[in-house]
């Protein structure tokens, strides 16, 4: 059975500052700007929330409510929906099949170039996802997977999870291979900073157009409230559905020791994750819809990525697997 550790220091050795594990409000305000800050839990206060620690996670959600005094314009909601979807694909395609998965390769400019992409949607930084990712594969749905919908429960799975001292840290032991790149620690040591760049971008931006171009009847908090608080939050619901929703709202096409569903409505939300049965069954390869009408549209960005030279070696899902997707259509249990 899993058994919680009576004490931890939440942070690998070699993030680790000189300065002796803290605790209290200080390290706990520092560890929003840097990650290697060191605080020391214990027993109980591993599953709790971290209510301080987490004030800037409540705080993007509060910052939607804006829109009641900044209002709409067909420009924000474009840019909201364009980042929406381009952050996702970042997210999908890099932070999960390319960082977790190693379903494809790339240089290793793309490789960073799309690490912050990805770190733009406050989901932390490439090496903390990869590593939880990774765990949840060889552990899901048992008592050792943090974000069961199965073990734990479904708010837990949602969301409930990374606020709690115990879903902070990054397994450094199974991201080795990510940890040889310096700029991949760096960001994910400082993944605050990314998303104040876009946030403080878009404010810019909305600012240039409304004296430049005032006919698109925006400005620069309303293009702040809908380009970045709003298309990150729905973002951020929409894509830790993959944890929560696609283990237990869908069908099961292949027998796996997990829980995990296809949902053809999550993967239109999620660019294509949503095939989380046929993922669970053959994590390996760059596609997760098996078959032609199983809308991926992460594998076909991959495609696009792939004929213009950007990214190679796209890993197949083998034909013998192929061929079971064809001969089952799904239990539905
Ligand atoms: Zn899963
Ligand atoms: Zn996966």
């Known amino acids: 059975m ?19 594990p803290a605790r209290g409000l200080t390290a706990t305000i520092a560890r929003w700007f840097d990650t290697s800050a060191r605080i020391e839990r214990s027993g109980a206060e591993l599953d709790r929330v971290d209510w301080l620690r987490i004030v800037p996670f409540i ?16 420009f924000a909601l474009w840019t909201a929906l364009a980042l929406y979807f381009v952050r996702m694909f970042a997210i999908t395609g890099f932070y999960h099949r390319y960082f977790s998965h190693k379903t494809f ?44 919908p199965v073990t734990r429960s479904f708010i ?5 999870w990374f606020l709690t001292p115990r879903g902070f840290p990054t397994d450094h032991a199974v991201i080795k291979d990510l940890e040889k790149f310096p700029e991949l620690r760096w960001l994910d040591r400082y993944d605050l900073l990314i998303p104040v760049l876009l946030a403080v971008g878009l404010f810019v931006l909305g600012d240039v157009l409304e004296s430049h171009a005032p006919g698109l009847g925006t400005n620069g908090w309303q293009l702040l409230v809908w380009g970045f608080f709003i298309s990150t939050i729905a973002l951020f619901h929409v894509a830790v559905t993959i944890n929560s929703l696609a ?22 939300l999620t660019m294509g ?33 792939a004929a213009l030279g950007l990214i190679w070696d796209l890993r197949p899902v083998p034909a013998k697997i192929l061929a079971a997707a064809r001969s089952h259509t799904g239990s539905g249990r």
């Open 2 to 20: 899993y058994s919680a550790p009576a004490s931890v220091v939440d942070v690998p050795a070699q993030q680790q500052a000189p300065n002796p």
């Open 59 to 74: 705080g993007l959600h509060l910052a939607c409510l804006g829109v009641i005094w900044v209002g709409f314009s067909w």
């Open 105 to 148: 390769k790339t240089s290793r400019v793309m490789q960073f170039l799309f690490a912050l992409l990805g770190a733009s949607c406050v989901q932390r930084g490439p090496l903390w996802w990869a590593a939880h990712h990774r765990n949840h594969h060889r552990h899901a749905d048992t008592p050792l997977d943090v974000h069961s």
């Open 156 to 160: 837990v799975s949602h969301m409930g």
């Open 247 to 268: 283990h237990v709202w869908g069908t099961r096409r292949f027998f796996t020791r997990d829980n995990s569903r296809n949902n053809w409505f999550l993967a239109l």
């Open 273 to 305: 994750e949503g095939w989380h049965n046929n993922h669970h069954y053959y994590p390996g390869s760059a596609r997760q819809g098996f078959r032609w009408w199983e809308i991926d549209m992460t594998y076909y960005g991959l495609r696009a990525l």
